[in-house]
Each structure stands twice: as C-alpha cells, then as structure tokens.
Nanobody
Framework: QVQLVESGGGLVQAGGSLRLSCAASGRTFGSLKMGWFRQAPGKEREFVASIRWTGGTQYADSVKGRFTISRDNAKNTVYLQMDGLKPEDTAGYYC????????????????WGQGTQVTVSS
C-alpha cells in the first residue's frame, strides 16, 4: 500500500510559479512510477506529467516547456515545478503512483492523493 500527501497549492497570478510536492509512504518508492493529474470543475481528470523509476518523463502538450516533474528517491517525494502559470491551469492537482508500463492514463495508476488546489488569477 502506498499513501500520498500533496502540498504546495495556492493562489498565484498569471505568469507566476508554484511548486507542488507529493510525499509517499512505503519502502518501494524507488520502483514506482509517479504522476500528476489535474481536474477542473465539471471536467474529467487529465494527465499533466509523469516520471518513471528510471527518471524518464512525459508531459501533456498543454504544459510542455512550463512544468517540470522531478523526484527525490531519498526523500520519497515527487515534485511538480509550475512556471508561466495561466488561468486555464486552475484545477485540483492530484499525485498518483503505480507500477507497470503505462504512465499517462488514470487507469495506469493505482494510488492517489487527496489533491491540492491551484488557482491562477488573470
């Protein structure tokens, strides 16, 4: 079992930056793939970024060049650095963890955090 706790959300003006953190419990963090998803009111949860245990990353087209996912296996933590934020980035951001090959669909991940809200004002 893996438990995930997100932090770092908040209110920021357009063009600003935030860094989200996700702390994971358990002794197998190094072998997990980790991901960030987001969900705006009335919309489906969508993929933002993922990072495999090898360090390989994937990003949604909408955040490429602005967001950076990273992990610190010694701290059992994954980060999402968000720069150049836009109002359309406003959403609840969810950390996810899992095993296996896929890393972009919600069904690829078996463990989820409670989420942290990010609000970008124009």
């Amino acid at each position: 079992q893996v438990q995930l706790v997100e932090s770092g959300g908040g209110l920021v003006q357009a063009g600003g930056s935030l860094r989200l953190s996700c702390a994971a419990s358990g002794r197998t963090f190094g072998s997990l793939k980790m991901g960030w998803f987001r969900q705006a009111p009335g919309k489906e949860r969508e993929f933002v970024a993922s990072i495999r245990w090898t360090g390989g990353t994937q990003y949604a087209d909408s955040v490429k060049g602005r967001f950076t996912i990273s992990r610190d296996n010694a701290k059992n933590t994954v980060y999402l650095q968000m720069d150049g934020l836009k109002p359309e980035d406003t959403a609840g951001y969810y950390c996810a963890a899992g095993y296996g090959l896929g890393a972009v669909k919600t069904s690829d991940f078996g463990f989820w955090g409670q989420g942290t809200q990010v609000t970008v004002s124009s």
